[in-house]
């Protein structure tokens, strides 16, 4: 059973920029897509980016240009690196798997995801 735990949330003034970890128990296999998503208080969830390990990734509209996504197979670790963050930014943030292989591309749709984290808190406020 894969296991995923964030890492990197905190405060952060507006405009800072913050790294989060997701780390797996195990491998990450090469059938995996690795997504973030997150909750901001009394919204839906939202995605935010994925990675496959072809590499490819997605970006939701609206950190494209601020946020990084990246996978380490040899630390079993997907960082989402997060500049020029926005209040709109504050939310729980968290990690997901999806048991399917995607080609080329990486699916921004929580359903297609089967193993979520905890999450970690991010705060952007002065």
């Known amino acids: 059973q894969l296991q995923l735990v964030e890492s990197g949330g905190g405060l952060v003034q507006p405009g800072g920029s913050l790294k989060l970890s997701c780390a797996g128990s195990?491998?990450?296999?090469?059938?995996?897509?690795i997504g973030w998503f997150r909750q901001a208080p009394g919204k839906d969830r939202e995605p935010v980016s994925c990675i496959n390990q072809d590499v490819a990734t997605s970006y939701a509209d609206s950190v494209k240009g601020r946020f990084t996504i990246s996978w380490d197979n040899a630390k079993n670790t997907v960082y989402l690196q997060m500049t020029s963050l926005e209040p709109e930014d504050t939310a729980v943030y968290y990690c997901?798997?999806?048991?399917?292989?995607?080609?080329?591309?990486?699916?921004?749709?929580?359903?297609?995801?089967?193993?979520w984290g905890q999450g970690t808190q991010v705060t952007v406020s002065s």
């Open positions: 997901t798997a999806s048991d399917i292989k995607y080609l080329g591309w990486c699916p921004l749709t929580g359903e297609k995801y089967t193993h």
């Open positions: 195990g491998s990450f296999l090469g059938a995996f897509a």
